[in-house]
């Protein structure tokens, strides 16, 4: 269980890396567009590549979210309830999460394929679609795998693994 966690984690961490070095490059792009933009020499494609780097930025950092507990939570009406009813509404909508993220990871890949196979690109820059909706694809299963290691933690530890994902 402890390898499971720690390669689940350290690829949770892999893709947050992945989604700030993106947000940096959004950042720079726009800087650098804007400053350009005053010498008339704006880049372009700009707004193509952000929105690329937006989707990865987004996608990315869902799984190191799920793992800090980063995500909006609402536990007024949950911390009520005795730790076994507290376990069970954890353990129901951790579940339900996976199979979203499942749903999304497979909607994704499919998708991908979709573009991929009739070649659709982006208008200015004629660059494929489909490589940021695979990493999406990957990305979503990751935050599965975080998932399934929560419930695992949960099913294995009890109430005190919900508040701390440790390795």
Known sequence: MRG?????????????????????????????????????????????????????????????????????????????FSS????????ITHLLSVVLFALLAWECARYGDDLRTSGEVSLTLQLPFFPVLYGIAFSAAIVCLVLVVDILLVITRGAEAWYRWEE
């Open 4 to 80: 499971f966690t720690r390669l689940t984690s350290w690829l949770a961490k892999m893709l947050n890396w992945v989604a700030g070095w993106c947000l940096v490059g959004m950042m720079g792009l726009t800087s650098a567009d804007i400053l350009l933009r005053l010498f008339r020499r704006p880049i372009l494609g700009t707004y193509e590549i952000v929105g690329f780097l937006g989707a990865v930025v987004a996608g990315f950092a869902m799984a190191q979210t799920t793992i800090e507990r980063g995500h909006v939570a609402v536990q007024v009406v949950v911390t009520k």
């Open 84 to 91: 076994r009813v507290q376990e069970v509404i954890y353990l």
